[in-house]
């Protein structure tokens, strides 16, 4: 019985992540991904809300709600599961399951009902002064049922819930997000590396790592595209691929930085014509550096690496010196000088086309340079930076794609 209760004692095995933040929050919202312990988290925080214990409540709740995407996730993961409900009580305070009644009692008059949010209706009538909704980012009707739940959730002098699940852009969650009574507290897979078979980790982690699915999936973020974005990042995916084909021709795009705080990174991307007639991306390198020997010096050695054919760099601040501390950080390297005419939305708009084609692909993951093109709209970036890596990569497959293409084919060892 003593290693029993060693094994269950939650607050000695747990993660900060996985305990009751601290403060007057109603909702308390699990954000993690696939495997990183969230359903853990929620059955141990019902099972201290049950039995009062020191952490989790003053008192012991007397009625908890326990909501579930369908009937069938409520018995086979928050209950029975291997994290569920049964599973995390040592056996002197393991609860009674009903399965007819789709309720679990607790010897000291604690009880937990179950629902499904296939079913809001449901919900109309009981009353709870705690509850647990899990995976609130798959239900599919949501809010209905997340508002259902908030009339009956009146009981004790504070009446909370947790909300476990894996991020999507849902409306819902938006808004639990966006609400001051939230707290929040994320996880990585990775987090729970330790109660994890390690195939798992090889063989799920290693291919999706870096992706849209794998940062919604096992990273735990929630990703939006714009509506009015170029570019979706299941696009990107779609043309993504591990290693580049022949490539004919190599640039190395620079955009340098105009000077001021929202606009003093250096836009450093590489771009290969591959001999299929696609562009693919080969490296971001933007640096945050004003100094113009700083990033001249970063373009000229990411330029010697790949073995690329020429540099293009946006003259619009400053050409002279553009074309001068390149030449100063390797006079070898033959410069081709663009200016802007037009504005950015409209220099991206061909690039972002090719994207849609299937002519652009992405060689790996380029995480931050993907992230400022989901977040490139008609106003530029959603923050008010500049998007210097965006114009790189697009002066780069405008030069490859849209003007002069190069010559014999070569092959890039990466």
């Given amino acids: 019985m003593e290693v029993e209760f ?11 992540d996985q305990l009751p933040p601290e403060g007057d929050w109603t909702t308390w919202l699990v954000l ?17 809300m049950a039995l009062g214990l020191k952490g989790f409540c003053e008192r012991p709740a007397g009625r908890i709600a326990l909501v579930a995407e369908t009937y069938s996730d409520l018995r086979e993961v928050m209950i029975d599961g291997v994290s569920g409900l049964l599973a995390v009580h040592p056996r002197w305070d393991r609860p009674t399951y009903e399965p007819s009644r789709r309720r679990l009692v607790w010897r000291n008059g604690a009880i937990a009902h179950g629902f499904s949010a296939e079913d809001p209706e449901s919900l109309r009538g009981p009353q709870f002064d705690a509850a647990w909704c899990d995976e ?11 508002d259902m739940l908030q009339f009956g959730l009146r009981l004790g ?8 699940t894996t991020p999507r852009a849902a409306p819902l969650l938006k ?11 994320r996880a990585t897979t990775r987090a729970n590396a330790a109660n994890l078979a390690p195939g798992f980790l090889q063989a799920v982690v290693g291919t999706y790592a870096g992706t849209r699915l794998g940062r919604q999936e096992l990273d735990g973020e929630m990703l939006e595209d714009r509506e009015d974005g170029l570019w979706t990042r299941a696009a ?14 190599i640039v190395v795009a620079v955009d340098p930085p105009a000077g001021g705080i929202k606009s003093d ?17 080969l490296a971001d390198e933007t640096l945050h550096a ?32 553009v074309r001068a501390v390149i030449g100063q950080a390797d006079p070898e390297i033959p410069v081709l000088a663009v200016r802007a005419t037009r504005g950015k939305w409209l220099r991206a708009e061909p690039v972002a086309a090719l994207y849609a084609q299937g002519r652009v692909a992405h060689v790996g993951v380029h995480r931050a340079l993907e992230d400022e093109m989901m977040a490139f709209g008609l106003d530029g970036l959603a923050d008010g930076r500049s998007p210097d890596r965006v114009d790189a990569l697009v002066w780069a497959v405008t030069h490859l794609m849209l003007g002069s293409k190069g010559r014999g084919p070569r092959v890039l060892g990466l």
């Fill in 6 to 16: 060693v094994a269950t004692d939650w607050t000695a095995w747990s993660r900060p």
């Fill in 32 to 48: 993690g991904g696939r495997g990183a312990g969230k359903t853990r988290a929620g059955a141990e925080w019902v099972r201290g």
């Fill in 136 to 146: 609130i980012g798959k239900w599919k009707s949501a809010e209905e049922t997340w």
């Fill in 157 to 164: 002098r504070l009446p909370r819930q947790i909300a476990t």
């Fill in 175 to 185: 808004r639990l997000l966006a609400d001051p009574a939230t707290a929040v507290t």
């Fill in 236 to 249: 990107i995916d779609e043309g993504r691929v591990a290693a580049p084909p022949e490539l004919r021709r």
């Fill in 265 to 281: 990174a250096c836009g450093l991307v590489a771009v290969g014509l591959g001999t299929d007639g696609r562009a693919y991306v």
């Fill in 290 to 321: 004003t100094r113009p020997e700083v990033w001249a010096s970063r373009a000229a050695a990411l330029w010697r690496r790949l073995e690329a054919d020429a540099l293009v760099a946006e003259v619009n601040q400053g050409g002279d010196m």
